[in-house]
């Protein structure tokens, strides 16, 4: 899958994810209408507006873009139905030919990783009977508990073709308090990324890169660009871009020289395009799909800039 | 929800969580066969199982033990039927008047956290619409990501009374691989149980604990001890008695000199215990309830000799 992202990439020279993390104050009235008229203004009528409001959005950014990445968190609140919209959302998205990662940031120990491992990216079984159940092609997981939690779905990546996201670096203002802790000169995240890039060895693709990846906020430019030393196989998920703050040129050191190495992830301002100032003029609420394939040909234009 | 925590475990004199991570492998066949019966070899079929079983061992512990603790991995690999069941356990254990600790172990950025929060321990609302979705009394996280991570979870515990666990030291193999990572000649483990005891002022609770306690495994009682000095107002929950290889004497440390500061987790060695040496001459498949219940009575006599 790996491999396949790559490929994506390269076809349509585009290194941008759209995320998936929609919410209802920015889904437009009539899409929210229309769902709350069949089901109600209940956990189910909110699932439903988030399911059509991604649908119209991967309508017009599936030829532009390599992937998507669903934020379960926004689906998991709503309960059964907003984790049935999680999934139908990856099911539309996989129809129109996009990579789907899940960012579901799980962690735990190895007999219950075996579980979300299965789960997410490799079968479940019932007796005789094999599911597949979530259908990501990438999933986004949490290193804390060290090598024994992340094992369980190496052998998936690399059964399945499938590929993991470990957080290394996270984008958010607090992200230093643990993981810039040093460690012998070096910190944490250093230290983290040594053990992604070595885990990582274990589930090589065919085009240079390791089907396990990492997560790199790009609201760190210098420490992205030593984290491309330390694991120069390892392909970086780089959110941060956009709503937090990150340019283009603070992400140039996610790059490798290939131009490849890194996907960037911008969720509200893409999906949420339409609400910006920028755009708000042009279009319409009834055309937010409009205004995010806009946001991501800008985004596309000004991440080629610099890769 | 830490004072009648602390309550239940004064009231039953005991300090035992019964962990309800349910495999199928050791759900009776007649429970099974049930459920397929009812709803076939499906992801239905094995998320009915699991509640079934589920709810007999309820029967069976919940005048003994404070709390239970569902591993939503064991029921959110069976997609939305099994996070269906993990919801009914939740309401079942409710309703016998059980604690229920939501094992998620979560982490996200804040906006995300929040989400999650909502969800789980807060309240989410569709419009003018409120909804409370899971209904776990504490969840535990992941504190990879720093404070901003945390904070979104800390004003739905004050606002509904609600309670974490953070991971400080897990009972893995190899916890130690970033946890046990020197700083300063600190611990990771130890920095994070600081942080953790920080956060934990602002949500205290009233008879002496906050409502923010810490994941501290019983596989490494040397470091159990030090975190009980770094952590002196914060609840610990206990994973590893038992199936994991600890006994009472290596939790000792964990408890504060009320005997409370404390609850230890066992799940495979109580809700499988029909299956173990120890019981399985004297009790049937079809009694692994009461083979359950006797183990409970067990680890409650063992904890209660070093507490």
């Known amino acids: ?21 929609p919410r209802l104050n920015f889904v437009p009235s009539h899409i ?20 059509q409001f991604n649908k119209t959005i991967i309508d017009h950014v599936h030829d532009l873009v390599p992937a998507v990445k669903p934020q ?14 999680y999934m139908d959302t990856i099911q539309y998205a996989k129809e129109k030919g996009l990579v789907i990662i ?4 799980r962690s735990d120990i190895a007999s219950t990783a075996m579980a979300y491992s299965d789960g997410h990216i490799g079968r479940v079984t ?10 990501e092609d990438f999933i986004t ?19 399945y073709d499938k590929g993991l996201f470990i957080l290394v670096k996270t984008s958010n203002p607090n992200s230093g308090e643990i993981q810039d802790l040093l460690v012998e000169g070096d910190t944490i995240y250093k230290k983290v990324g040594q053990l992604v890039n070595q885990w990582g060895t274990e589930a090589m693709g065919e085009l240079g890169y390791s089907r396990i990846g990492a997560v790199v906020g790009a609201t760190h430019p210098k ?27 603070d992400l140039a050191g996610c790059f490798n020289k290939d131009g490849l190495g890194a996907i960037v992830n911008s969720s509200r301002g893409i999906i949420a395009a339409y609400t910006k100032e920028q755009y708000k003029k042009t279009f319409k609420a009834e055309e937010f799909g409009s205004a995010a394939r806009k946001a991501v040909i800008a985004m596309r234009n000004d991440l080629n800039r610099v890769r």
């Open 1 to 21: 899958m790996i491999d396949q992202l790559i490929r994506s990439i390269q076809e349509k020279n585009n290194a941008t994810v759209v995320g998936l993390d």
């Open 32 to 51: 929210k209408e229309q769902a709350y008229a069949q089901y109600g203004k209940t956990l189910k009528g909110a699932s439903e507006a988030l399911l």
């Open 72 to 85: 379960v968190a926004m689906y998991e609140q709503y309960g059964v139905e907003g984790l049935q919209a």
């Open 102 to 105: 899940g960012d579901i940031k």
């Open 126 to 135: 019932v007796e005789d009977e094999c599911f597949e159940v979530y259908k």
């Open 141 to 159: 997981l949490n290193p804390y508990l060290g090598y024994d939690s992340i094992e369980p779905y190496i052998g998936n990546c690399n059964t």
């Open 223 to 249: 420490q992205s660009k030593e984290l491309r030393k330390v694991m120069p196989k390892t392909f970086f998920l780089v959110p941060g871009y956009g709503a937090q703050g990150a340019t283009a040129e």
